[in-house]
């Protein structure tokens, strides 16, 4: 009865805003505030609830309280895409102001002893990762105003003894893509009807970043600049405790930790799960019974993943909380019970934001005793593993070496060179082009997280991934090593690269297609009108008195065949080789030592691409998004995204490869499929992922077929009600990682200098073997998992399915992808088969086959 009370008396408010006074709605016992702060709703003009900030509406306000008191500094940590400001706070009292890079540093050097007792606590409190989960940044300007405004006793002591750090806004340009749309579609008086357009946002949805990712995976990964600045800002100051803000379905309730207990991460140690979890809850209980508001715990959420809000500092020695309120999205909305109203939310999470500080400053001697068990059980673990250290590095891609170097130093992993050529695990592993990361360190959990494919859980459905390899996602050659190397070059950042200069060719320039830039040159190349041949066959050269070999897939830009100038040819390939890293070789003559010769028929001309992405209602916005990011960043080329609504009028002539990612492409209709089936047919290519896939096989885009659902039939076994949650869940492919041989003379597996190559699979298309034997181009073996969770029966699917197919379709092609090779920006590896899809696409056939193996 009085969460219906305060519901009703919520709504009532919605409706009531002005002339109400607001802080006894969110303060009802908060004593004195000081009137020379303005409460949100002065600043602002609105009542918190009644509108949806803007974004730089919330960066004001938090310089305005930097400007007004002494209790609160602003900084600006970086920018987003949308140049929207990353503002974060410090709230503390003036005296710790005064010695704020004293306090710091005391606290960092107290780190592996938890030995922070004299000084104010660290804690950090983060907002609306999800832009359409808006509340959470206006529970953040209450909360920033409380720390700010109030005179009470405990608040004096809060300032006293913390340091409270805030982030109100992870997500600057989700938030306002979301606020934008709740405001410009808000009615009065308001509409609660779940279907009025204010509650249906349209495609992609405030959720992601500028590029249509979820940021609140990314603290693992680190693919963007608003998480790389918001990173550093963590590991500048190491909080004790992290809480990140969410909002789930309108008829939910209330989240918060502990999650679920089967799902705890074996890493970490237990003192978090029974003992911080558990005290902090009864906390948040009571808080939230005080006010009327339901809730679960226990349930549904985990936290095993490293790179949630949530979980990222458990990997460091603090604890994350997460917290998940049922949705209003919009003003208010109706539930099952009775209509949510977005003030209700945001109280919520004020509530939950002023519990957790006050039970951190009560529970410090837990969090510091956290910290301490945090850094004894990683030296145990490190003590106990057989792996002393790992070895990583690929000679023949220095990018992408270099990528996951980089993402190594972002999250403080001690790394090393590598000073002797050796041979670990049947690898060569050469000086100077390999890295060394020792398991002795401090961040071993983490190091464990980055390389470690596979940990034994207890359960088997999980909320995200089950692996997260990171090693494996750069699919680069690495060792576990049994015995410790010496730490002599540390590697602080990332190492300078130099090029030794090209030199002018009359005949050719060549370079190898294995560097992770070998697109974006390509690109570079096409884009100032050089034309541009591959050799599909390999060749060897004599270079300054030494072979030098050429693989599957080089690149030979030919001078005499230009419609450029040989001056211009030259500037170009400069560019190449200073801004792509790659070097390029000028030859004088065709006639090479092996292999074939550079006028073979063998070497051919590439069609430069000119590509389209079908987007829009229905689409899988976050692959569409990888897609659209790596061609934007990476490759510096644009690619036109078109809504799948207009697909029907668009003169599809202009493109000769069009992508289909993962989607429902219901909206779609006949004239359009028709249309964009004999746009194949007359010599385009079509690339397709998982679903986007299996739309095009079921509508006769090409021959190929998928794997046939398992036909034997089993008896249904009668099961108990409750256990369809737990047995069905584990059949869901949350995210493994496998093995695919990949075919490295098919254009397709260009540059790729091993067969076996690491895949990211968390979908469930399985494509049949082609009908060719030529084309197919990956393909899943009879032992395929490297790390992860896989339902036996999913397994039995999979095994010996294609992982890529090329269907020759007239004088076009259709090139399937069972898994997604772009996954979460991170899937560097595979990210080059997708590339290779859109460059050597368009040169690729089918080769046919004589009669007799034809029946
Ligand atoms: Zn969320």
Redesign the pocket.
Known sequence: MLLKFISVFASFLFVQFLGVAQPSYFYPEAGKLDKAIPSPAEFLGYNIGSHHTRHDKIVEYFKELDRLSDRVTTKIIGETYEHRSQVVAIFTSTANHGRLEEIRKTHLAGQSTGNTASIPLIIHLGYN??GN?PFSSEAAMLTAYYLTASQSEETERWLNEMVILMDPVINPDGRDRHSHWANMHKASPPVADPLDREHTEIWPGG?FNHYWFDL?RDWFLGTFPETRNRVKFFHHWRPYVQTDH???GTNASFYFDPGEDASNNPVLPDFLYKTIYPTYARYFAAATDKIGSMYFTKEAYDKLYPGYGSSYINFYGGAGFLF?QASSRGHIQETNTIPLSFAFTIRNQFVASLTTIRASLTEKNNLLKLRREFYRVAREQAAKSPIKGYVFGDANDETRTRAFLDMLLMHEIEVYENENTMLADGKKMEAGKTYYVPCEQDNYIMVRSVFEKQITYQDSSFYDASTWSLVHAYNLPYAELKTALSKNKKIHSLPKRMLPAVEKSNYAYVFEATDYNTHRAIYHLQKGGAIVQTAFRPFSTVLGGKQKNFGYGSIVLPVNLQRINPDSLYNLVKEVNDACYIPVYSLSSGYNAAGIDLGSGYVRTLKKPEIALIIGTGVAAPEAGEIWHLLDERLHMPITKIDILNLGRASLDRYNTIIMVSGNYGLIDKAATDKLKSWVQNGNTLVTIKSGAEWAIRNGFTREKLVPADSTKTNTARKDFDQAVHIEGAKAMGGSIFRVDLDTTHPIGFGFTDRRVSVYRNGLTFLAPGSNPYSTVAQYGNDPLIGGYIHASTIKRLRNSAAIVVGAEGNGRVILFSDNPNFRGTWYGTNKLFLNALFFGGITNVPSVASEQNN
């Open positions: 990762v999800h989960e959720r609140n969410h909002e789930m998940e």
